[in-house]
């Protein structure tokens, strides 16, 4: 297991064995079958590709009305609990009292990417956002602090952990493409990727 620096984002690669995956896409699964993956609508009233859940006492939501976290599942339940193998990663690689209160569920099929953006609508950007990928690798690329400028990009795979947080929290980064078929870890394919926030 290497750390690599990339633009103070902190990439343990490979940090996740194959069981301690398959683990994670069980419990996931769990979540999944009470809180299903739906298609946010961006504020401009395109739907993103990418499919969504979460779990915890906040979900992120997207629609015309724009960007925010929201206690209930858009079917009106609850979140379910953020399972316990996810949240000792959290713990693993922060090392913080604190923990968080949103895993937010992100769901890449072959096609689906995401835009550049920066996470910014948690209350204390002082909190780290900790990524996990699983699945089909994810060309994930990383900018600056203001928006444009040059990026790099690195393939992320499955059981890699990216910590975003210090002078990094609020640094632009996106996912150009899934490589399909990389893995074969998800029967059907495809990408997810858990981002664990602290929201309030
Ligand atoms: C995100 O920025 O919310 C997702 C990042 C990723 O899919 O790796
Ligand atoms: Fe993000």
Redesign the pocket.
């Known amino acids: 297991m290497t750390v690599l620096r990339v633009r103070g984002f902190e990439i343990h690669k490979g940090l996740l064995d194959v069981s301690a995956q398959e683990a994670l896409v069980d419990a996931i699964r769990g979540v999944v079958s009470v809180a299903p993956l739906f298609q946010p609508d961006t504020p401009y009233g395109k739907p993103m590709s990418?499919r969504m859940s979460a779990a915890g006492t906040y979900g992120?939501f997207s629609d015309r009305k724009g960007y925010r976290y929201v206690r209930a599942h858009p079917n009106g339940r609850p979140w379910p609990a953020i399972p316990d193998n996810v949240l000792a990663i959290w713990d693993q690689v922060t090392g913080l009292e604190r923990r968080p209160e949103c895993c937010?569920i992100?769901y890449?099929s072959d096609g689906a990417r995401?835009g550049l953006?920066q996470?910014r609508d948690e209350a204390d950007f002082k909190w780290p956002?900790v990524?996990v990928?699983l699945g089909d690798e994810?060309l994930?690329r990383i900018g600056n602090t203001t928006k444009g400028g040059k990026t790099e990009s690195i393939w992320?795979q499955s059981g890699d952990v990216?910590v975003?947080g210090g002078a990094a929290r609020l640094t632009y980064?996106?996912?150009d493409r899934i490589k399909a078929g990389s893995s074969t870890l998800l029967p059907k394919g495809g990408?997810i990727?858990l981002?664990l926030r602290v929201v309030e």
């Open positions: 990418v992120w937010l992100n890449y995401m953006h996470d956002v990524s990928s994810g994930f992320l990216v975003m980064h996106g996912v990408r990727n981002t």
